[in-house]
């Protein structure tokens, strides 16, 4: 059993659903959350906001899932990032189960 965690913009919530659903991940969770960017060690040229903290919208999803299913979500989530042609993306990261009841 392997643990994803995801996490992208708010816009990508439909996106993300459909990902999990097209690589058999059929049981998951997701919260919203503020997602915040220290831009202070930015030039002002690049800092658009001209700010220091940067908050965004921002979801969380959790999925405990076969192994089997791990390599189809990170591939689809590769291709929509490849696809984007906004700075954001979807992460995601792997976290080994070793036991569960």
Known sequence: MKLLIITAIEEFEKEIKKILKNSGVKVFSYQRLNGFKDLSEETFESN??????????????????????????????????????????????LINIERSN
């Open 48 to 93: 658009w906001f001209a700010s220091d903290m940067n908050e965004n919208k921002s979801l969380m999803f959790y999925a405990f899932t076969p192994e089997e299913n791990v390599d189809k979500v990170f591939e689809n989530i590769d291709l929509f990032n490849a696809a984007q042609k906004t700075m954001s993306n979807i992460h995601v990261a």
